[in-house]
């Protein structure tokens, strides 16, 4: 049974870090390529993340270029998600899915 939970969420203020997990189970992280995702209320889901299963990583969307990065840990079975200098737009629920599977998210706050 394929299952996802994201961890790491929070309150931050803006500048602040967070680095968000995902843990996987049911299959193997490393044999996917595995994205995180957010969405904002009111807002459309954006993609923010990938890194594929050779480990490659996809250029990062304008909107979280040179803040954030994606890394994973195949011992793990977990992606990561480090998050720099963070700002009030950042604020979201932070997925990562395995189309078609979905996790509950984790929520990132973004406020002073």
């Known amino acids: 049974q394929v299952q996802l939970a994201e961890s790491g969420g929070g309150l931050v203020q803006p500048g602040g870090s967070l680095r968000l997990s995902c843990t996987a189970s049911?299959?193997?992280?490393?044999?996917?390529?595995m994205r995180w995702y957010r969405q904002a209320p009111g807002k459309e889901r954006e993609w923010v993340a990938a890194?594929?299963?050779?480990?490659?990583?996809?250029p990062s969307p304008d909107s979280v270029k040179g803040r954030f990065t994606i890394s994973r840990d195949n011992a793990k079975n977990t992606v990561y998600r480090q998050m720099n200098d963070l700002r009030p737009e950042d604020t979201a629920v932070y997925y990562c899915?395995?189309?078609?599977?979905w996790g509950q998210g984790t929520q990132v706050t973004v406020s002073s």
């Open positions: 049911g299959f193997t992280v490393r044999t996917y390529s």
């Open positions: 890194i594929g299963a050779t480990g490659d990583v996809a």
């Open positions: 899915p395995r189309t078609p599977y």
